[in-house]
């Protein structure tokens, strides 16, 4: 089934037109699914969901980017409306999710530079609002876990694609980091027409801040995990994993939805560590025929050699003959009821 994610365009509860405080308290403790960022009224410091509403949401390189990268959520939206974040703050306290990094030089894309990455993060200002002055803040910090190095971005209409961030170091257990304004700065390749004079002007125009995991084009599986985030010196630390991953494991589509799995039980995404396989879905080979189980009647492959280079591409049930290929070793990808990719030798 397909369930809603919340979208960017839902990403803010209320206008911004008359908004003139941000909030200097934490934005996200684990407690809510939903933030609050900034209210007309300094006097009114309680949450209040109808001067602004925050919630979280993915991206990653395959809408525009022609690659395969996506973030995968451990529980379905079953009782919660369409949200796949409530479900963690109820169970877990934290947010949770795990991604994969695909190599984009065997999903279409044609960059000189290949790249990759996922992002998790949350609009601060609605689509078609200006971006809100944030500076008085001094900075962000958060609480975090992550397989890999993550960038904290904050996201503005000038940077565009090259917006200012900070490095946090590749954490395993719960990491607390503070990082002022002066910390935060653009990449190097970022062109004329979207360079800030100092990341204090992005602050100034803040639409989001994301958790950016990018993959320098490399094959990888990880898990990033967020317990607070908030104006710089508000995040308290303290925090402990819980073992988790109970359900059937949603994988985003990057554009506010999720593909539940229709297996019913845990561990439909074998690309994620973690994550159990199906066992009635497996590739197996023998010389050049490829034997294709539990995938469906109508199953799409792509066969890749180590270069990158498409070698033969089409439909499938049940088998695919590879006569005429030479012998070696490739990479198959296919996507049926489930998306595998695995590596083979045809002999």
Same mark, same amino acid.
């Given at each position: 089934?397909?369930?809603? #994610?919340?979208? @960017? ?12 405080? #941000? ?28 001067? /602004?509403?925050?919630?979280? !949401?993915?991206?990653? $390189? ?11 959520? =451990?529980? $379905?939206?079953?009782?919660?409306? %369409? ?10 306290? !934290?947010?949770?999710?795990? !991604?994969?990094?695909? $190599? ?27 971006? /809100? ?5 001094? +900075? ?11 960038? /904290? ?6 940077? +565009? ?37 100092? *990341? ?20 990888? $599986? ?6 607070? @985030? ?25 554009? %506010? ?5 229709? *297996?019913? %039980? =845990?561990? *439909?995404?074998?690309?994620?560590? +973690?994550?159990?396989? #199906?066992?009635?879905?497996?590739i197996s080979v023998l010389g050049r025929l490829v034997t294709l189980n539990g995938l469906g009647q109508n199953v799409q492959y792509k066969l890749f050699d180590m270069q990158g280079n498409v070698v033969r591409s089409g439909y499938a049930a049940g088998n695919i003959d590879f006569g005429g290929v030479k ?21």
């Open positions: 089934m397909k369930a809603k #994610v919340l979208t @960017v365009g839902m990403a803010v509860a209320a206008s911004f037109a008359f908004a003139e405080y #941000v909030n200097p308290e934490i934005w996200f403790d684990g407690t809510d699914a939903e933030m609050w960022i900034s209210t007309p009224n300094p006097e009114n410091l309680s949450h209040d969901p109808g001067i /602004l509403g925050s919630y979280w !949401y993915d991206l990653d $390189d395959r809408k525009n980017d022609h690659g395969g990268s996506y973030i995968a959520y =451990p529980y $379905d939206t079953t009782g919660y409306n %369409g949200s796949l974040i409530a479900p963690m703050i109820d169970s877990l306290g !934290y947010l949770a999710v795990k !991604y994969r990094l695909e $190599d984009p030089t065997t999903t279409g894309q044609t960059e000189e530079y290949p790249y990759n990455f996922v992002k998790f993060g949350f609009n601060i200002v609605q689509m078609g609002d200006p971006g /809100l002055d944030i500076s008085s803040i001094g +900075g962000l910090c958060a609480t975090y876990t992550s397989d890999m190095e993550v960038w /904290l971005e904050v996201i503005t209409d000038k940077t +565009g694609n090259t917006p200012c961030f900070a490095k946090l170091p590749k954490a395993l257990e719960p990491t607390t980091v503070d990082k002022a304004i002066e910390d935060f700065a653009q990449p190097t390749w970022a062109a004329d027409s979207n360079k800030v004079a100092s *990341c204090m002007e992005a602050f100034k125009a803040a639409r989001s801040v994301m958790f950016k995991i990018d993959g320098g084009a490399s094959v990888a $599986d990880g898990e990033l995990r967020i317990f607070e @985030v908030g104006p710089k010196g508000t995040c308290k630390g303290g925090k402990t994993v819980k073992d988790y991953w109970p359900g059937s494991g949603c994988k985003s589509d990057g554009d %506010g939805h999720a593909q539940c799995p229709p *297996c019913g %039980g =845990p561990g *439909c995404f074998t690309k994620l560590s +973690g994550l159990k396989t #199906v066992s009635s879905a497996s012998s070696g070793s490739y990479l198959l990808k296919v996507k049926g009821n489930l998306e595998l990719t695995e590596k083979i030798v045809l002999k």
